[in-house]
């Protein structure tokens, strides 16, 4: 015959059994993933013959894979950047029409307010219209964000960039209230446009930092892609990416999505200790703090 005692763990303990089965079994989903920028996420031709490089995506997605993490990448576009005249650089990507998730949002030459803009030929077009209106089945869990590069290039003030991120962001959040935002700062490029980059930079690393920017289920952490690099080993043309700068990208972005993997929803910092009979469940989520490659 059963305790009263007994009775009353096994009475407390089954529900909290199904709630870590639950929690187990919706971590266990493939996360959604997806990357909102400009060429350096779209990909395309480079300058030194006509070859393309399929960027930081392509490094990244094997990364995750490799690592045992299952993402499946969102958005409404599905290839590089000229994609019937540039062959892919040879033995680069040999994976990129098989098993590479190719799927994306990326927008070559395409500023923040291009993207935002619903007549806009080859960006808002495609873009405003998915991120307004998210398919279910694309819903984002993570969206990385590294957009700014043509905006700094062209002169658009920092309030009317910080503004056009505001709005992108809101439609993911009205999307999934959960979900992580990672922004990326820009590596750089000539020297022309470096200040307006630094400019920048210092615009993005304020907007992650600004708590507003933030709710209680959506964190926003920055990734940080300047510090560490080469721009002139990186870079195959003083702007894109070549193989070298798409890994070292791909590693940035790898520690800041592996560290937002964790089981519960996104911001919140909290220590919970769940006694299931003998053991106990711990979920924890990490402060958010900047990524870098190290």
Same mark, same amino acid.
Request: hydrophobic share 40%; charged share 10%.
């Given at each position: 015959?059963?305790?009263?005692?007994?009775?009353?763990?096994?009475?407390?303990?089954?529900?909290?059994?199904?709630?870590?089965?639950?929690?187990?079994?919706?971590?266990? =989903?493939?996360?959604?993933?997806?990357?909102?920028?400009?060429?350096?996420?779209?990909?395309?031709?480079?300058?030194?013959?006509?070859?393309?490089?399929?960027?930081?995506?392509?490094?990244?997605?094997?990364?995750?894979?490799?690592?045992?993490?299952?993402? #499946?990448?969102?958005?409404?576009?599905?290839?590089?950047?000229?994609?019937?005249?540039?062959?892919?650089?040879?033995?680069?990507? @040999?994976?990129?029409?098989?098993?590479?998730? %190719?799927?994306?949002?990326?927008?070559?030459?395409?500023?923040?307010?291009?993207?935002? #803009?619903?007549?806009?030929?080859?960006?808002?077009?495609?873009?405003?219209?998915?991120?307004?209106?998210? @398919?279910?089945?694309?819903?984002?869990?993570?969206?990385?964000? #590294?957009?700014?590069?043509?905006?700094? =290039?062209?002169?658009?003030?920092?309030?009317?960039?910080?503004?056009?991120?505001? =709005?992108?962001?809101?439609?993911?959040?009205?999307?999934?209230?959960?979900?992580?935002?990672?922004?990326?700062?820009?590596?750089?490029?000539?020297?022309?446009?470096?200040?307006?980059?630094?400019?920048?930079?210092?615009?993005?690393?304020?907007?992650?930092?600004?708590?507003?920017?933030?709710?209680?289920?959506?964190?926003?952490?920055?990734?940080?892609?300047?510090?560490?690099?080469?721009?002139?080993?990186?870079?195959?043309?003083?702007?894109?990416?070549?193989?070298?700068?798409?890994?070292?990208?791909?590693?940035?972005?790898?520690?800041?999505?592996?560290?937002?993997?964790? @089981?519960?929803?996104?911001?919140?910092?909290?220590?919970?200790?769940?006694?299931?009979?003998?053991?106990?469940?711990?979920?924890?989520? %990490?402060?958010?703090?900047?990524?870098? =490659?190290?």
């Amino acid at each position: 015959m059963t305790s009263p005692r007994t009775r009353t763990l096994a009475k407390i303990t089954l529900p909290l059994l199904l709630l870590v089965l639950a929690a187990i079994t919706t971590a266990a =989903s493939a996360i959604n993933i997806v990357f909102i920028g400009d060429s350096i996420t779209h990909g395309g031709k480079g300058n030194s013959g006509n070859v393309a490089y399929a960027s930081y995506r392509y490094p990244l997605y094997f990364q995750l894979k490799g690592a045992g993490h299952d993402v #499946n990448f969102v958005g409404p576009q599905n290839n590089y950047n000229y994609p019937e005249t540039y062959d892919l650089k040879s033995g680069v990507y @040999p994976n990129y029409y098989t098993t590479f998730d %190719r799927d994306h949002a990326g927008f070559w030459g395409k500023t923040s307010g291009q993207l935002l #803009n619903s007549a806009n030929n080859g960006g808002g077009k495609i873009f405003y219209p998915w991120v307004t209106n998210i @398919p279910a089945a694309d819903t984002p869990d993570i969206a990385l964000i #590294n957009i700014g590069t043509n905006d700094a =290039s062209g002169g658009v003030a920092i309030a009317t960039f910080t503004a056009n991120l505001s =709005s992108i962001i809101g439609y993911l959040r009205a999307a999934n209230p959960n979900v992580t935002i990672i922004l990326s700062n820009l590596m750089g490029t000539n020297a022309a446009w470096d200040t307006s980059t630094v400019t920048y930079n210092t615009a993005i690393a304020n907007f992650v930092a600004d708590p507003t920017n933030r709710t209680l289920t959506s964190s926003i952490v920055l990734a940080d892609i300047r510090t560490g690099s080469n721009r002139t080993t990186m870079l195959y043309d003083n702007l894109h990416p070549n193989e070298l700068g798409e890994a070292f990208m791909a590693g940035v972005y790898f520690n800041a999505i592996t560290r937002s993997l964790i @089981p519960e929803p996104a911001t919140l910092v909290l220590i919970v200790g769940v006694t299931v009979l003998a053991g106990t469940f711990i979920l924890r989520r %990490r402060h958010d703090r900047p990524c870098s =490659s190290g």
